[in-house]
């Protein structure tokens, strides 16, 4: 079953999250969407890789709204048997004095240009196991601290394991975010020197080897995103016998910190934007982080209709996103427009079905989704109602929100609430939705769908941001604070519009924000979509930031920086 896969020596990419398809809820955001498309791009491109996850048995949640706009998290279980097949091989790793097996799921990958990436999902539920072993790969990112470190030991100590035990050959590994860092411990292990080599008091570990092998990505820079350990906890869970003193200089004196342990351990690493690179060379002082800027998967997050239109005016752009740079030139302005129409009327649509709330197909949607997270500020765009209100009135728009908040996530549970009640204060101005459940599915709908992407975090926090690349693919402008990718890909009035100078405050970024929408883009909008204006901004936005910011420029770069050194 594994033949296929396991001959030619494979980059062995570890990641908590992955999303695969929208029916396999292994993922909770940007993150674990940017794995999948990471191997979809590998997969176009014969890159060799071999993904390695857990199964996540229970997904992340199905989240319920009420009409307070409420949060229930609901499970959402999944079943591997009907999508992946187990590999016949189990491994042990030692969590708290006792060994627990771990097995694993196949997953094929397959790119829709034929290309196939094995993806190993691993899964601690066997009968060996007792029963709250069994549960370590059910939740992500669920549970405590306790279950996070035995989590974190499965994937990284455990991953490693496995990939030898079912003969894989590793050229390099790659850690999407800290997560699996304790992978590297595992290949300290598998990398001693011989005693008899070694002078009194030196470690007998090759680290320089070790960091030879490994790749880092950090991404974010929000505290809260760095698992730390305590030592007492490791000392009482991590059964594997490394000394702590040679974990300690790795990770952390007083605690253990994956993300300093991934940094020690990994020769090359980056930041997922040049500005994140940046702040992450402030937080990790001494250390040469590269930068890398995201991209999206062009087919993945291309809607119908515009695959449908590149194909036509741009063949062999799924595979060279870069053929895109010519679309302001070489599409002509009606395709355009029909496109963006026929795209639009399916969030209509889908609105429709789910909400019962019709949209107008004339008058502007402003989409927002994403995590909901104090740091994303959902709320900015409401800072001021009366003043929206104003706005609407001169120039109508309508407003789609999703997304989910973290179960444990208070504040972000409360910001749901409070989009709810903004709309209720609303409703008579401006139409507002919320869709529920944001998943695959429906951020496509949405960055398809929507006229103008939104996107207001706090400065410095969005390392990269995604959903506004998958907006440029489908000639969706941003409206963005200048944080993250957008630096990048912000030539104003071009490509779309910057949000504030560096005012760093809330308010501050509210009016600009509305003194944007009130001068540029909405009359824009009104005043130009027959004229050419709008369309210009819509090619811009392909042209400019969809030929750029893509995964496979992204894979490339991967590939001869950091896998090929
Ligand atoms: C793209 C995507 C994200 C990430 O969006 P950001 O703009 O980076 O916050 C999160 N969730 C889903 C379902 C997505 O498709």
Not at 172 to 196: D, F, M
Not at 482 to 507: F, Q, Y
Not at 527 to 538: F, K, N, Q
Request: aromatic fraction near 8%; charge should be negative; proline fraction near 6%.
């Amino acid at each position: 079953m594994l033949d296929e896969f396991i001959h030619e020596p494979r980059v062995a990419y570890f990641s908590m999250e992955i999303a695969l398809r929208n029916e396999i809820p292994t993922y909770a955001g940007g993150l674990g969407v940017l794995a999948g498309d990471t191997v979809r791009a590998a997969a176009d491109l014969a890159l060799p890789l071999v993904a390695v996850s857990l199964v996540s048995r229970a997904g992340y949640f199905r989240q319920e709204i009420d009409p307070q706009g409420r949060q229930t998290a609901h499970p959402a279980p999944w079943d591997p048997a009907a999508f992946a097949r187990p590999v016949d091989a189990k491994i042990a790793v030692t969590i708290e004095d006792r060994l627990v097996w771990i097995g694993a799921w196949l997953y094929v990958l397959e790119g829709h240009m034929g290309g196939r990436q094995p993806v190993l999902l691993l899964d601690a539920d066997l009968d060996e196991n007792r029963p709250e072993d069994r549960a370590i790969t059910h939740f992500l990112y669920g549970g405590d601290e306790v279950y996070r470190l035995k989590q974190e030991i499965v994937l990284g100590i455990g991953g490693v394991r496995l990939l030898q035990a079912l003969g894989f050959r590793i050229r390099q590994y790659h850690l999407n975010e800290g997560h699996s860092a304790l992978l590297g411990v595992e290949l300290l292990h598998r990398n001693r020197y011989p005693a008899e080599d070694l002078r009194p008091g030196e470690s007998p570990y090759d680290l320089p080897r070790v960091r030879e092998q490994c790749n880092f990505t950090t991404h974010t820079p929000v505290e809260a995103g760095h698992d730390r350990f305590s030592y007492d906890l490791v000392a009482r869970v991590l059964g594997e016998p490394i000394e702590i003193d040679v974990i300690k200089r790795l990770a952390g004196e007083r605690e253990l910190n994956m993300t300093r342990l991934a940094l020690n351990l990994s020769e090359y690493v980056n930041g997922v934007a040049k500005r994140h690179a940046e702040v992450s060379r402030q937080m990790f002082p001494g250390y040469r982080v590269h930068a890398i800027t995201n991209g999206v998967h062009p087919f993945t997050w291309t809607a119908k209709p515009f695959r449908t239109l590149y194909d036509h005016y741009l063949p062999g752009w799924c595979h060279q996103p870069e053929l895109l740079v010519r679309a302001d030139c070489c599409i002509p302005d009606d395709a355009v427009r029909e496109a963006r129409q026929q795209a639009k009327q399916g969030l209509i649509e889908r609105v429709h079905q789910r909400m019962g709330v019709i949209l107008d197909a004339q008058v502007p949607i402003l989409g927002f989704a994403r995590r909901m997270t104090a740091y994303k500020r959902p709320d900015l765009l409401f800072a001021d109602l009366e003043r929206l209100r104003v706005i609407a009135r001169q120039h109508p728009f309508q407003i789609v929100l999703a997304g989910k908040a973290h179960p444990q996530d208070e504040g972000g549970k409360r910001l749901i609430e409070q989009l709810h009640s903004h709309a209720r204060v609303l409703v008579d101005s401006v139409p507002i939705v919320y869709l529920p459940d944001y998943d695959l599915d429906t951020a496509l709908a949405l960055v398809t769908g929507a006229d103008v992407w939104i996107n207001t975090p706090l400065r410095p926090l969005e390392a990269s941001g995604t959903s506004g690349m998958k907006a440029a693919f489908n000639g969706v402008p941003s409206l963005s604070v200048l944080d993250g990718w957008w630096i990048e890909g912000c030539i104003e009035g071009v490509t779309g519009w910057a949000i504030g100078d560096h005012t760093e405050t809330n308010e501050g970024d509210a009016q600009a924000l509305y003194d944007k929408l009130e001068q540029v883009v909405l009359p824009l909008y009104h005043d130009s979509t027959e004229s050419g204006g709008w369309i210009r901004v819509m090619k811009g936005a392909i042209s400019k930031n969809a030929a750029y910011f893509n995964s496979h420029r992204m894979m490339r770069r991967y590939a001869t920086e950091a896998y090929i050194r």
